[in-house]
């Protein structure tokens, strides 16, 4: 019991740390200075060409029961529902703010459940939780004048989220609620947290992104792996397994560490986001509701696997993209 609570405790301490410091490390260094990428491309699923200008919010519930349903200012024109999970102990939806509005500024409706608010509670009491709010989510966008896609949904998780995100597209249409259309497992975990899944629910019509950070210590690359290996019912062209890299330099690094989809300000923000998470689960949702776009995550191709360039033009380090099994 002790150690588990230590555990905790340092994870804790560690995302406090992480949501107020760089993603970009500075380096002590007299060598001319080099600059990872600063700022956002123009095109493409990372791009700042948004199809809406501003976000809206409205909420219902709290504590645990709040749930946030994030949507474009002025939408007039059907578009796809998202649900957005948290890792554990991000609970509020700053720590992921500006990933959120890119997805909404781009065109979606974006569910985030709060489904926690007691951190020493099982993972079986926070899944029921988690669904009770995504149902009472989408049941309030069906009661607004939100115009939105019916056919399926879209589900994006970090850490505990990833895995969590993964279980919901076993058992969601059980539920009452559309099909899972795609999920994107990011960092998923942590050991000791893991649900038990049924992956041979999973639809095989659904397309799955699952990822890892190379210096990820506190989840590391397990879970990421297993869901990639165990979903075998979706077809190989449409599940893909990114090992992102870190690219130390003499002067900054850019780290592909557990936190790294931290996304709560500018000083948070880089080029794994705008190349990285950004892009990825952008083009995932396009590829998946319009058949648009597929080129940048599902397709071992240049677009998916740019991370932008160096100051000095030397490409920023780029990820593997695994497709087949073991």
Same mark, same amino acid.
């Given at each position: 019991?002790?150690?588990?609570?230590?555990?905790?405790?340092?994870?804790?301490?560690?995302?406090?740390?992480?949501?107020?410091?760089?993603?970009?490390?500075?380096?002590?260094?007299?060598?001319?200075?080099?600059?990872?990428?600063?700022?956002?491309?123009?095109?493409?699923?990372?791009?700042?060409?948004?199809?809406?200008?501003?976000?809206?919010?409205?909420?219902?519930?709290?504590?645990?029961?709040?749930?946030?349903?994030?949507?474009?200012?002025?939408?007039?024109?059907?578009?796809?529902?998202?649900?957005?999970?948290?890792?554990?102990?991000?609970?509020?939806?700053?720590?992921?703010?500006?990933?959120?509005?890119?997805?909404?500024?781009?065109?979606?409706?974006?569910?985030?459940?709060?489904?926690?608010?007691?951190?020493?509670?099982?993972?079986?009491?926070?899944?029921?939780? =988690?669904? /009770? &709010?995504?149902?009472?989510? @989408?049941? %309030?966008?069906?009661?607004?004048?939100? #115009?939105?896609?019916?056919?399926?949904?879209?589900?994006?998780?970090?850490?505990?989220?990833?895995?969590?995100?993964?279980?919901?597209?076993?058992?969601?249409?059980?539920?009452?609620?559309?099909?899972?259309?795609?999920?994107?497992?990011?960092?998923?975990?942590?050991?000791?947290?893991?649900?038990?899944?049924?992956?041979?629910?999973?639809?095989?019509?659904?397309?799955?992104?699952?990822?890892?950070?190379?210096?990820?210590?506190?989840?590391?690359?397990?879970?990421?792996?297993?869901?990639?290996?165990?979903?075998?019912?979706?077809?190989?062209?449409?599940?893909?397994?990114?090992? =992102?890299? /870190? &690219?130390?330099?003499?002067? @900054?690094? %850019?780290?592909?560490?557990?936190?790294? #989809?931290?996304?709560?300000?500018?000083?948070?923000?880089?080029?794994?986001?705008?190349?990285?998470?950004?892009?990825?689960?952008?083009?995932?949702?396009?590829?998946?509701?319009?058949?648009?776009?597929?080129?940048?995550?599902?397709?071992?191709?240049?677009?998916?696997?740019?991370?932008?360039?160096?100051?000095?033009?030397?490409?920023?380090?780029?990820?593997?993209?695994?497709?087949?099994?073991?």
């Amino acid at each position: 019991m002790i150690k588990k609570i230590t555990v905790l405790f340092l994870f804790l301490f560690i995302i406090s740390c992480a949501s107020h410091g760089k993603k970009q490390t500075p380096q002590q260094t007299s060598e001319q200075n080099l600059l990872p990428p600063l700022t956002q491309p123009e095109k493409g699923p990372g791009g700042s060409n948004y199809s809406y200008s501003s976000v809206d919010m409205t909420f219902t519930g709290e504590g645990a029961e709040r749930v946030d349903i994030f949507f474009p200012h002025n939408l007039t024109s059907p578009v796809p529902v998202v649900i957005f999970i948290h890792g554990y102990s991000a609970i509020s939806p700053t720590y992921y703010q500006y990933w959120i509005y890119h997805i909404v500024k781009k065109g979606a409706v974006v569910i985030y459940p709060y489904y926690q608010t007691f951190l020493a509670v099982t993972q079986e009491k926070m899944y029921q939780k =988690l669904v /009770t &709010d995504v149902v009472r989510g @989408y049941h %309030l966008i069906e009661k607004s004048s939100l #115009p939105i896609i019916t056919s399926g949904v879209g589900m994006i998780g970090h850490s505990l989220g990833g895995d969590f995100a993964v279980k919901l597209a076993t058992d969601i249409e059980d539920y009452g609620l559309p099909t899972p259309l795609f999920v994107f497992s990011v960092e998923p975990g942590p050991a000791g947290f893991v649900p038990t899944i049924d992956f041979d629910k999973i639809p095989s019509a659904a397309k799955l992104v699952s990822l890892y950070g190379d210096q990820d210590f506190v989840v590391g690359s397990y879970s990421a792996k297993r869901i990639f290996y165990s979903a075998k019912n979706i077809p190989k062209a449409n599940r893909v397994l990114i090992a =992102l890299h /870190t &690219d130390y330099r003499k002067d @900054y690094s %850019l780290t592909a560490s557990h936190f790294s #989809p931290l996304a709560s300000g500018d000083e948070t923000i880089d080029a794994f986001d705008w190349y990285g998470f950004w892009k990825w689960s952008v083009a995932l949702m396009n590829c998946s509701f319009y058949n648009q776009e597929c080129d940048f995550v599902l397709k071992d191709t240049e677009n998916a696997k740019f991370m932008g360039k160096w100051s000095d033009g030397t490409p920023v380090k780029q990820p593997d993209f695994i497709y087949n099994d073991k």
